[in-house]
């Protein structure tokens, strides 16, 4: 389904990726876990197509995405951010997203589960941050794709709304999709996650389930064997820099 | 690029800045219209206010509106159209919303006052292409400011930088060089950095329209006495459309090769 091949990309000086296998060909739920700067967002990124690697190869149904913009027809993606033009409607972005994908989304239900309805005629810029991300998981989920990219789907959602934002990506892989969160909650990770993507410095550290991670670090808590992975990275890179 | 075009085109004429500006210009033409009580006379007095103030509000408008929809183009990105489209559909969209402020502002108090049938309908109509192409040509190098430029406060301080270099700074540096090679023979020298400038260059053409010989200045007179009044006007505003034609490919090529 995904197959990325040795990613290589720099930003001036700072070496972003540094050649990253990754091949998610099953469904379920990816969670892409890492340090800040590990290349959590570029390698999303690259899959969207909005960072141009520097090296290697990403394909997607078998197919490379060098200088392809059709392909993004088969992946719902969840920006991070959610801003949108500030004079538009509610109804009339959805409308808008709608006719530039040229795809039929079904918005009716998530415009329920979301408590959107009075929303609707209202002007973005009067929308709270909260609100705006609704309408953000809206925009993405309304989609009926195989792949789906979140980008921090929880920031600013209410209890209420994460409970249900929890069930909806558990029904869409139940439904055979292939979802890949990034997000600094590790509840949400500890909940729904099927496969752990660890990234560290630039490479694939580990890749498994979270039962796995948990018997190499011998730790019972997500949180816990991420720290220990850490701390033992650095113990190992300052026994290196001793040697040198 | 035509849907994208369409939504930010609807997306920013129900912005109100839009109608502080159409609101602007109706009050600026009105008064200038009714208190000088002469057709070619407001005309020169509304064309100074175009050549500042056209640029000027592209240029801010330009940078502001791609920093403000930083994270919608992200969205867009994501989306199964080509890079092209979304930036040329966003430029094209502000460009067009501030123009019809522009032509509307300027265009209904002349409509009262009567233009159509006038001697000065010509140099009116110079006069909204003039401003219509600053608008242009500013929003577009705006636009690829903001892409070459991650930095917001870089971004502002460079398009500010280049208004006031192409508004002000620009014409001191040519009378000096003027002055200090005075012993030279200038003609082909100030013809060519005319057309690099386009506010130069849009002066000039509402000039040649008018034919008000003592506002030509040198430079103007020197282009009219090269090329004469008519094939100076086409050259001029060839160049006004080269100059439009430029950015609008390199925001294209530039948002190619871009990281987002």
């Known amino acids: ?244 | 690029m035509g849907k994208i075009f369409k939504y930010s085109l609807y997306d920013l004429i129900r912005s109100r800045w839009s109608y502080i500006y159409f609101i602007f210009f109706a009050v600026s033409t009105t008064s200038l219209l009714y208190l000088s009580s002469d057709l070619s006379r407001a005309i020169v007095s509304l064309m100074n206010i175009v050549l500042l103030l056209c640029p000027l509000i592209g240029t801010m408008f330009g940078v502001m509106y791609y920093y403000n929809s930083r994270e919608f183009t992200e969205l867009l990105l994501a989306q199964p159209i080509k890079r092209n489209s979304i930036f040329l559909g966003q430029y094209l969209g502000l460009a067009v919303s501030l123009s019809i402020s522009f032509v509307l502002g300027m265009g209904i108090p002349f409509l009262f006052y009567g233009a159509i049938g006038s001697s000065e309908l010509l140099s009116f109509l110079t006069l909204i292409f003039v401003g219509v192409a600053l608008t242009f040509i500013f929003i577009g190098l705006a636009y690829i400011i903001a892409l070459k430029n991650e930095n917001r406060i870089k971004g502002f301080g460079i398009a500010i930088v280049l208004w006031l270099f192409m508004a002000v700074i620009y014409d001191g540096l040519f009378l000096l060089s003027l002055f200090a090679f005075e012993d030279y023979p200038l003609d082909k020298f100030s013809l060519g950095v005319i057309l690099f400038n386009p506010i130069d260059l849009c002066r000039i053409l509402v000039m040649l329209k008018l034919d008000i010989s003592a506002l030509l200045g040198y430079t103007g007179a020197i282009f009219n006495k090269f090329f004469g009044t008519s094939l100076g006007m086409i050259i001029a505003t060839s160049c006004a459309m080269a100059w439009v034609a430029i950015p609008a490919f390199s925001i294209a090529w530039i948002s190619k090769k871009k990281d987002f």
């Open chain 1, 1 to 244: 389904m995904i197959k990325v091949n040795q990613l290589k990309k720099s930003f001036g000086k700072n070496e972003v990726l540094k050649g990253v296998d990754l091949e998610i060909s099953e469904p379920g739920i990816f969670a892409v876990l890492g340090p800040n700067g590990s290349g959590k967002t570029t390698i999303i990124k690259s899959i969207l197509g909005m960072v141009l690697p520097d090296g290697g190869d990403i394909l997607i149904h078998n197919r490379s995405i060098k200088g392809e913009s059709d392909y993004r027809k088969q992946i719902d993606y969840l920006p991070q951010i959610a801003r949108f033009p500030e004079n538009l409607k509610v109804e009339e972005l959805i409308r808008m997203v709608k006719d530039i994908r040229g795809q039929e989304g079904d918005e009716k239900s998530l415009i329920e589960i979301f408590e959107l309805e009075p929303f609707l005629k209202r002007r973005l810029r009067n929308l709270s941050g909260g609100t705006r991300q609704k309408v953000n998981l809206v925009l993405c989920f309304m989609f009926d794709n195989d792949i789906i990219i979140l980008d921090e789907p929880t920031v600013g959602l209410d209890p209420i709304a994460l409970i249900r934002l929890k069930e909806l990506i558990s029904s869409e892989r139940d439904k055979g999709k292939t979802i890949i969160i990034t997000t600094h909650i590790m509840d949400v990770v500890e909940e729904l996650a099927d496969t752990i993507v660890f990234l560290l410095e630039g490479k694939i550290y580990f890749k498994g389930s979270l039962k796995d991670m948990y018997e190499i670090t011998n730790e019972v808590k997500l949180e816990r064997s991420i720290a220990k992975i850490l701390q033992k990275n650095k113990e190992k890179q300052t026994l290196e820099n001793v040697a040198l």
